[in-house]
């Protein structure tokens, strides 16, 4: 389909004010919006207040990149996720429902594209906000999910809903949403032991009878069969990933609530190739100091040469470990991540086994470490260490579950030292990469996603069926 066919689309993105979250979404929109699809991105006031554009020059660079942006109050007085040592559940819970309290806002912005020549058509919507279904059906306008963890908690999700998955059937032999782990293993790496987590991620499934499809960064060949277990889904689902920041894409590299020190990248030109660990946690996690002390004794005992993002280095004992590894470490509050990743010299990464940063880890050829702190980055682990066998985990001992020191410099030696590793992250890497090409898998499910789009806007007041 050519672009200038789908200039009549215009589609309302709305992302949770995490860096997380809104990072995949903003990629997304760029993929759309090079197709010629309108996007106006809304963010809260507060997080749009935070964003660091690559190479800003103000208002103008942000309009180059074909995406409008606008902002809304988030109706809560809590600190964003990222913007201080611990943000608690509490705190995202208020910010959703201060956010679902001002959709009288969205309202107006949509009722008021109506008098422009592309009227707001669609709202594609973060999971954690169910109540766009019924925003989007009374304002006659088609309501797209965006899920932005691994088709793995998708499909648990749609297993889940349909009941063809209980939490309570808890065999040892059996697969789940698509992966071959014992289901009581797999539940307790996603805390389904917790009502209230239950609940909660269950709540994001509301509204799938009148969603007309659910996008989901990942991609067939990494997760097959838990794209095939979603099968049961009353709605189509999209594979559209990996969607990650292109730090060689004009417009498109990551944006981010820091502000990014890039010279890092010229220490990392004077370090040797597939040397470095790269050492980060991503924008929420944090460590403990007792979780902190370990880690950082462990990578001095490794005698590796590092990169640490560290947003929070104001721990007494770092003082002495930076004045012992200044020969061959760095330590800054935040790194431009897709370029590390795809530097020579980094031959791994630490990581809490966010998505966003599995999908960028793969993507760059770059073996992982697998710290997994919360939510889904334990299932993210699992995956990683021992089915596809992309790194190694850490394991926890003692009744406190501490990740040791000795524990974490034997991971370090040998997630740099294994070639096994380096080999298959460098198939994954073509893999990731083939698969958003033409004639790719998430080439064509996004141009699937597309022509739903634009049918059932044009075509049909009513495209369930059509969707699926």
């Known amino acids: ?274 040397s470095v660990l790269y050492v980060s946690f991503g924008s929420i996690a944090s460590l403990a100091p007792q979780e902190l002390e370990e880690l950082a004794f462990g990578i001095e005992q490794s005698n590796q040469a590092f990169l640490w993002v560290l947003r929070d280095s104001n721990q007494s004992f770092l003082e002495g470990f930076l004045d012992r590894t200044c020969d061959r470490g760095l330590v800054v509050k935040w790194a431009p991540q897709i370029k590390v990743l795809g530097h020579v010299a980094v031959g791994a990464f630490l990581t809490h086994c966010g998505w966003n940063s599995v999908l960028e880890s793969i993507s760059m050829g770059v073996p992982m470490l697998c710290y997994p702190m919360m939510h889904d980055q334990r299932l993210n682990a699992l995956l990683i260490a021992r089915i596809w066998k992309l790194g190694i985990g850490l394991s926890k001992e003692g009744q406190n579950g501490l990740i040791t020191r000795e524990e974490i410099e034997s991971g370090v030696l040998s997630v740099l030292s294994s070639e096994e590793l380096h080999l298959n992250l460098s198939t994954w890497k073509g893999l990731a990469h083939g698969t958003l090409q033409q004639g790719g898998s998430s080439y064509r499910s996004l141009e699937q996603f597309i022509d739903t789009l634009r049918s059932c806007i044009y075509h049909s007041p009513s495209c369930k069926g059509m969707a699926k």
């Open 1 to 274: 389909m050519e672009t200038h066919e789908r200039a009549g689309l215009h589609v309302l993105v709305l992302p949770f004010p995490a860096q997380g979250r809104i990072t995949p979404m903003l990629s997304f929109s760029h993929l759309l919006a090079a197709r010629g699809i309108v996007v106006t991105f809304l963010n809260t006031d507060k997080a749009h207040a935070r964003l660091q554009f690559p190479q800003a020059e103000g208002e103008e660079q942000k309009r180059s990149i074909g995406i409008r942006f606008e902002v809304m109050p988030d109706g809560s007085q809590e600190a964003l996720p990222g913007s201080q040592h611990s943000f608690q559940v509490s705190s995202m819970l208020a910010i959703l429902k201060g956010m679902e309290s001002h959709q009288g806002m969205i309202e107006e912005m949509v009722v008021r594209s109506r008098a422009t020549p592309h009227p707001i058509t669609c709202i594609i919507s973060d999971s954690f906000f169910p109540w766009t279904c019924s925003l989007a059906t009374k304002l006659g306008i088609q309501r797209v999910l965006f899920w932005t963890s691994n088709g793995a908690s998708l499909a648990t999700a749609v297993e889940l809903k349909s009941g063809k998955l209980k939490v309570s059937d808890l065999g040892d032999d059996e697969m789940t949403a698509g992966v071959p782990i014992a289901r009581s293993e797999y539940f307790s790496t996603l805390a389904m032991q917790e009502p209230e987590h239950v609940k909660m991620f269950m709540e994001r499934m509301n509204g799938l009878e009148d969603t007309i499809c659910i996008v989901v960064n990942t991609f067939q060949e990494l997760e097959g069969p838990s794209l095939e277990a979603c099968a049961s889904c009353e709605t189509k689902v999209h594979y559209i990933g990996p969607v990650v920041p292109r730090g060689d894409h004009k417009g498109a590299s990551s944006v981010s609530f820091y502000k990014e020190e890039s010279s890092c990248i010229e220490w990392l030109d004077k370090q040797a190739p597939r």
